[in-house]
Structure formats: C-alpha cells, structure tokens
DNA sequence: CGAAAAGTGTAGCCATTGCTAAATTACCGT
DNA sequence: ACGGTAATTTAGCAATGGCTACACTTTTCG
C-alpha cells in the first residue's frame, strides 16, 4: 500500500501552491500597470517579471483558465471582477507588510523587496498584527 | 530580436528559486530529523513534507547533485559538510523569525507555520533587524 | 530459515514555469 | 496603402516537483 499523504501540519505551509503566488503576483501587477497605462499588455507583464513574453502568455492563459483576466488574441488583458478582487486583496495585504517593514525601521527598497517575498506567507493573524503595530508607529 | 532577461543562464529565474528553497526546507528537515534519530531515511521526509516517497527521492537525488547530501542505494541520507552549513544557516534564521515573531504577539502554533514561509524570503537587513527586536523584547 | 512488511528504486504520466525559434497579427509611419 | 516593426501566438525543449504502479532490497518476525 501506497503511503498516502495526509495531516502534516508543520509543512503543509511551506508546500503551499506556488501557481497561486504566481496568479497573486501577476493579477497585482495588471491591477497596477492599469492604474498607470490604460491598457495592460503581454510585453507589460514580462518586463515587470523579467521572463519572457512567452512564459507571460503561459501565465495569462492560466490565469484566463482560472477566471482571473480575461483576453482576445492580440488584445490587451483585462482583469475579471474575480480578478479585481483578487487584486485588491493583494494590494492590501502587501501595503499592510510593507507599511509593516517600514515602521520596524527597514528601508524603503528593502521593505518594498521583502514585501514581495514576505505577503504570500503571512497568516491572517500574523496580518493583522503587522497592522497594529504599523498603526501604532505611524499614528 | 526577443528580449532578453539579463541571467545569462536558461531556466534560472523564478525556478531557481523555489528550488533553493526547496533544498533549505529538505536540509533543514534531515538536520532536524538526525537530532532525534540515528538516521534518516527517505520515509521520514516523506512524512515530513506529506509527499510520496518517489517525489522525495527525487530532491534527494538533486540535493546529492548539488552536494549537500550523500546517500547509497538503499542506505540512509547524511548531510555532507555543506549540507550542515546550510542546515545550520536556516535553523539560525528560522529560530529568528520564529522568535520575533513570538515577540511581536503572534501564538507558537501560527509562528511556527508562518516563519516556514517567511524564513526564505527574508534580506539579512531585515533579518537582523527582527533579530535586535526580539533581543530587546524577550531579555 | 523463510515469508511478510517496510523501505527504496524505476518507469512513466501530468502541470508549472523557464527558454528559443519561428509564424502570425497589429500598429505605425512614410 | 504598404512595408517594417513591435507584439503576440504557437511549437517544442528542459528542469522541478507532484503522482501511481510496479519491481526490488532490507528488515523483521514467526
């Protein structure tokens, strides 16, 4: 008999779904390249990832799959309402963890560097601990 | 002429670095697994991370061929010199973030799982500043 | 000792995310 | 309007990390 995996708690964390950072990653960044430029294209999304066009695409059809953007070919990418909440919550809770960074005493690129890493990994109540403390340092 | 992302190297992005972290949390595991038993063996991972035996043989086998672990045909994992380095490095910087995390208000149980996502996406700027922060909190 | 159980290894499948190369489409500017 | 350039799509390869199924070795126990 196979063992088959079950309750391990300890790592269930640290083997979350990388393709569900990747989805938070990138419906962030159309969500802000839209806010500058009107229209979010391909090209956009790889630059800002330093990845090729293809592997953006690769990214995007997923995302489309997912329900997140929606596309035609040769079209720019526009966010679902899905999307857009996706976006926003994102948006959140990386200000949260940088606003966090920042109170502690960490610089501004640091802060902003380590958000990125940091937001897909931080439990609710972490969170919302993080934003107290913000508050209390910046109030 | 297609764009070209800086890293010379093919396939060494992103993908680099899930699988350093990779190899930090499986270093990190057997280290941690050799403090309470004699050996470790692949089972052990397996349960450790909640993955069948043959995905954990496969990082095995990546770990032996960036030389951090040595192991014989059906023979236990042990660490190379290397392998304890790194293992020693990440249970220092693990310990810190879980330790202000503690210091910050957050419960063991959810400091636990949240400084296992945190721990590889932390600059040593602020790394040291969470660790001051705890020092300061907890002596 | 010998057989069952536990542990490992191998083959082969899939998805994700990298890439290059080449084909296709859209967008300009002359 | 046409041709060139930029953007996008498609095809196809590699590495990582998931899995099941099955073969094999080691250990354990009756």
Redesign the pocket.
Known sequence: M?E??QNSEPHLRT?RD??SE??EDYVEAIDQILEVRDTC???DLARR???????A????E?LQREGYVT?E????IRLTRKGKRLASECRKRHEIVFQFLLAIGIDAETAANDAEGIEHHVSPATLERFREMSNAGSS
């Open positions: 196979p088959r995996p083997r990388h393709a990747t989805a294209r391909l090209t990832f330093a990845v090729s066009h293809v592997t695409n690769r990214i995007v997923r596309t070919p040769y079209q720019p």
